[in-house]
């Protein structure tokens, strides 16, 4: 039987229900589980699994990876739990499968001092080193709710993600299940085949390491706030000003205390005074770019194309932008050029 068209068949079950209570409770008869049942959650745990991560491209892998064990494994389906549940199970330990052979990732801030525009250019590092921007689409819907676009938005932010990396693996699958997807301990405890004081506990001490990352205890819970037209406005004056390469007016849409960093670099400059030296010294070879809008992380965000010395211009970097009240705080330029591809941005641009 092919992958489409096979279905587990639940003994004393009938129709799609999913809990254990609606099992017991249902007629005699057949639970079926088809590929789409599976799929449905796809996005959700991309969500799930980049928060775990760090990585869209590890998270995508992590995903597809619990498909196949899930298809895999569907004939041992009892239905003594929710689909839902058993797939973040298989989810989990495909995540902590990947967690133990590889470095935490960070952000170049959590890596050392800010640099100065004038400083020699430090060698990139790996790639893997770094956490990485996800397209908004993969882990939320053009249809979700507006509340649940912002507490998503919130839970999965640059900053967050990078401070659940400082988690130890297990802790970080409570805390994400517990405060961002908000499970009861005790469901917790079942997927983790773990006790429920063993979830309270590494949920204290998860809450105790990203209070010392300087995150507070209601980040992973509270919500973020839409785009107000008048920051959209901001946007589009930012946009504008750097394809004119405008840069005395692109510094006035920045805090004074704005950050630019750009992975693979491990460089970060600290000040609008800074960041409009960097444009004109290193980074003039931006001059002449191209933008094309997207999202990331939930936040406005632009794939970077530079000239290209062969005629129109080439993918240079993802710019994931965040703003505070109406002025960009943070410039957050990925220069890993494979991510265009993820976030369905063109190959090249034309002139």
Same mark, same amino acid.
């Given at each position: 039987?092919?992958?489409?068209?096979?279905?587990?068949?639940?003994?004393?079950? %009938?129709?799609?229900?999913?809990?254990?209570?609606?099992?017991?409770?249902?007629?005699?008869? #057949?639970?079926?589980?088809?590929?789409?049942?599976?799929?449905?959650?796809?996005?959700?745990? %991309?969500?799930?699994?980049?928060? /775990?991560?760090?990585?869209?491209?590890?998270?995508?892998?992590?995903?597809?990876?619990?498909? #196949?064990?899930?298809?895999?494994?569907?004939?041992?389906?009892?239905?003594?739990?929710?689909?839902?549940?058993?797939?973040?199970?298989?989810?989990?330990?495909?995540?902590?499968?990947?967690?133990?052979?590889?470095?935490?990732?960070?952000?170049?801030?959590?890596?050392?001092?800010?640099?100065?525009?004038?400083?020699?250019?430090?060698?990139?590092?790996?790639?893997?080193?770094?956490?990485?921007?996800?397209?908004?689409?993969?882990?939320?819907?053009?249809?979700?709710?507006?509340?649940?676009?912002?507490?998503?938005?919130? !839970?999965?932010?640059?900053?967050?993600?990078?401070?659940?990396?400082?988690?130890?693996?297990?802790?970080?699958?409570?805390?994400?299940?517990?405060?961002?997807?908000?499970?009861?301990?005790?469901?917790?405890?079942?997927?983790?085949?773990? !006790?429920?004081?063993?979830?309270?506990?590494?949920?204290?001490?998860?809450?105790?390491?990203?209070?010392?990352?300087?995150?507070?205890?209601?980040?992973?819970?509270?919500?973020?706030?839409?785009?107000?037209?008048?920051?959209?406005?901001?946007?589009?004056?930012?946009?504008?000003?750097?394809?004119?390469?405008?840069? %005395?007016?692109?510094?006035?849409?920045?805090?004074?205390?704005?950050?630019?960093? /750009?992975?693979?670099?491990?460089?970060?400059? #600290?000040?609008?005074?800074?960041?409009?030296?960097?444009?004109?010294?290193?980074?003039?070879?931006?001059?002449?770019?191209?933008?094309?809008? %997207?999202?990331?992380?939930?936040?406005?965000?632009?794939? !970077?194309?530079?000239?290209?010395?062969?005629?129109?211009?080439?993918?240079?970097?993802?710019?994931?932008?965040?703003?505070?009240?109406?002025?960009?705080?943070?410039?957050?330029?990925?220069?890993? !050029?494979?991510?265009?591809?993820?976030?369905?941005?063109?190959?090249?641009?034309?002139?």
């Amino acid at each position: 039987m092919g992958f489409a068209g096979k279905l587990v068949r639940v003994a004393g079950v %009938t129709g799609r229900t999913e809990t254990a209570k609606q099992v017991e409770a249902a007629r005699p008869g #057949v639970l079926e589980l088809r590929q789409e049942d599976l799929e449905q959650y796809r996005r959700e745990l %991309t969500g799930y699994c980049y928060r /775990m991560l760090g990585s869209v491209f590890e998270a995508e892998d992590a995903v597809q990876d619990t498909m #196949v064990r899930a298809w895999k494994g569907i004939d041992r389906f009892e239905g003594r739990s929710s689909v839902r549940s058993w797939m973040y199970r298989i989810a989990t330990n495909a995540c902590l499968d990947m967690l133990r052979s590889r470095q935490r990732r960070a952000r170049p801030m959590d890596m050392g001092p800010s640099s100065k525009a004038d400083a020699a250019l430090p060698a990139t590092l790996a790639d893997n080193l770094f956490v990485e921007p996800i397209p908004t689409s993969h882990f939320m819907s053009d249809r979700a709710d507006p509340a649940e676009v912002a507490a998503a938005r919130e !839970t999965i932010r640059l900053a967050f993600v990078s401070a659940l990396q400082y988690l130890p693996a297990r802790q970080r699958a409570v805390l994400i299940l517990r405060e961002v997807l908000r499970w009861e301990a005790t469901e917790v405890a079942e997927l983790l085949d773990t !006790t429920v004081a063993s979830v309270n506990s590494a949920l204290q001490r998860a809450r105790a390491t990203l209070a010392e990352r300087a995150l507070d205890e209601d980040d992973a819970s509270s919500s973020a706030p839409a785009i107000t037209p008048k920051q959209q406005a901001l946007l589009a004056n930012y946009v504008d000003a750097f394809e004119r390469y405008d840069v %005395t007016r692109l510094v006035t849409l920045l805090h004074d205390d704005a950050v630019m960093s /750009m992975p693979p670099f491990p460089l970060w400059l #600290v000040g609008s005074d800074q960041i409009a030296a960097w444009f004109l010294g290193a980074g003039i070879g931006c001059r002449g770019s191209r933008i094309v809008a %997207t999202t990331a992380n939930g936040l406005p965000a632009y794939g !970077t194309y530079r000239v290209d010395p062969a005629g129109g211009w080439a993918p240079w970097s993802i710019q994931v932008i965040e703003v505070k009240d109406d002025k960009i705080s943070a410039l957050n330029s990925f220069l890993d !050029t494979k991510l265009f591809a993820t976030f369905g941005l063109p190959a090249h641009l034309d002139a």
